[in-house]
């Protein structure tokens, strides 16, 4: 739209003012000067009041105008600009450096709501296309080993082999330990199929076990029960942002000669007992899917402090390929290699990984804030003993009965939400791994949903979030 239709001399009489609302249909009027600098809003609601106050069709506009309104400059980013608008405003004037509107911008009620989105504003621009530039679009180049380096090092890790994605990392991590045919391996109920997924592709068998009723994270207890003499590794998986109990899982690993195999996919940050989860297995594993705390688009990591599983995971990274003799091949390897274009944005996610934690935290404040006194919810626990939890996607429990009716809601709305992960065992190609009810997971899973966790989650959103969660009887 052409700004002079949504512009009028602050001048103008109430009918001026009125015409050319009628004729935008913004329901809004920037009011400018001689010169076209913005002096203020008027809205219809603003003529309604003074209507109903007795003022005539003639009485000039210039006393009535709002003049401390909310307004953006060209050079502001989509991201700042969101955080202005709120339940109320919902259009902003976009001006010049001479306070000349030249565009507006306007939240539309009907915005999809996206469930997760990569925040893309920092350097991650300025070094793929360093990457590109140079060529080096494969698995070759700086940021590979820059993105190794400095993810490792904010987990407190002394090596990192990033790979093609969080399944591939997994994959590696069992590889490397020498797990396969005839070993178990300890995994939760909850969590996302390619934990089991990638026991199942080294031959070893999954041993599916029940997760805490608090934490939503694999039990201890239930670890301990499922042990066998064939049991080789556990997987913890810190699920939806939450910590497990890092000290009774490490003091059963000790007692009982097992790897931990850390599932880190969904909790970049989080600690447990002031340490960052990442840093407690002999190798942990993270994801950076799109969806995740930060993201390389595809891609993985593995950690270790172990110098002879960091070249182990880089030769089966590798097709098997020896480091010394090039093209002779030690082991049946794997192509698990990221690209250099996707360490290049990785790289420059994690220089900002502090301030989008810090985004999301908010976010969940919001949530938590707005939703604490809605009835028949839980909000995900954030005060558990030693647990640090991050924000991944926000996650509340309803009672089962309730969860579809509010999820359509949501979808009616455009809002995307998602229900937790169905349970290994309740799937068939899984069922038999599970040597014991686990019933703890089965309730959880069919009570939870992620709700959108997004920089541009404001006021409006969690509003419309709350209606759903209320309205449901
Ligand atoms: C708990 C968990 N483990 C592993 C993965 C696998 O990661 P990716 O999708 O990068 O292969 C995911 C991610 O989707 C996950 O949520």
């Known amino acids: 739209m052409d700004t002079k239709q949504i512009t009028c001399s602050y001048k103008e009489t109430i009918r001026g003012a009125m015409q050319c609302i009628e004729s935008n249909s913004k329901k809004v009027i920037f009011c400018i000067d001689e010169e076209g600098v913005l002096v203020g809003i008027l809205t219809d609601g603003d003529i309604r009041r003074l209507l109903l106050n007795g003022y005539g069709m003639n009485e000039s506009i210039e006393n009535h105008i709002n003049r401390n309104c ?6 502001e980013s989509p991201e700042e600009i969101l955080k202005k608008f709120n339940s109320t405003v919902t259009i902003i004037p976009i001006l010049d450096y001479r306070h000349h509107v030249v565009d507006y911008a306007e939240y539309d009620e009907g915005m999809h709501i996206s469930l997760a989105q990569p925040q893309l504003n920092g350097n991650e621009y300025q070094y793929l296309m360093d990457a590109f530039l140079s060529t080096w679009i494969s698995s070759s ?19 990192g082999v990033a790979t093609s994605n969080g399944t591939a990392a997994l994959h590696l991590a069992l590889l490397a330990l020498d797990i396969g045919e005839g070993d178990e391996v300890i995994v939760p109920n909850l969590t996302f199929a390619a934990t089991i997924n990638a026991v199942l592709y080294t031959g070893a068998t999954p041993v599916i076990v029940d997760i805490e009723e608090e934490s939503w994270c694999i039990s201890p207890e239930e670890i301990e029960y499922a042990l066998t003499d064939k049991t080789k590794a556990i997987i913890p998986v810190h699920i939806y942002g939450q910590p497990c109990d890092m000290e009774k899982i490490c003091d059963i690993a000790q007692k009982h000669n097992l790897y931990i195999i850390e599932d880190c996919a969904e909790a970049h940050g989080a600690c447990f007992d002031g340490k960052k989860v990442g840093s407690f297995g002999d190798i942990s594993c993270f994801s950076f899917f799109g969806n995740k705390v930060i993201t390389t688009g595809e891609g993985g990591m593995c950690l270790t402090n172990n110098s002879e599983l960091n070249e182990k995971m880089r030769k089966y990274r590798d097709h098997g390929m020896s480091k010394e003799k090039r093209y002779y091949h030690e082991v049946v390897g794997y192509n698990y290699r990221m690209t250099n274009l996707q360490a290049a944005i990785g790289t420059a996610q994690i220089e900002r990984i502090d301030s989008i934690l810090s985004w ?83 309730k959880i899973a069919k009570m939870g949903i992620n709700l959108p966790t997004t920089y541009n989650i404001d006021e409006a959103v969690i509003d419309k979030i709350r209606e759903c969660l209320c309205m449901i009887e």
């Open 141 to 159: 180049g700086k940021y590979v080993t820059k993105f190794e380096e400095s993810f490792a090092s904010y987990c407190g890790m002394k090596y």
């Open 70 to 75: 909310i307004y953006a400059f060209q050079n």
């Open 360 to 442: 999301r935290k908010e976010v969940e404040d919001n949530y938590r804030t707005s939703l604490s006194w809605v009835e028949g919810i839980q909000l995900q626990k954030n005060d558990m003993e030693k647990r640090e939890k991050i924000t991944w996607l926000v996650s509340i429990l309803i009672q089962p009965e309730k969860r579809e009716k509010v999820m359509e809601c949501l979808k009616k709305h455009d809002i995307d939400v998602r229900a937790f992960f169905y349970p290994l065992d309740t799937m068939d190609i899984y069922s038999k791994y599970a040597r014991k009810e686990c019933s703890v997971s089965h």
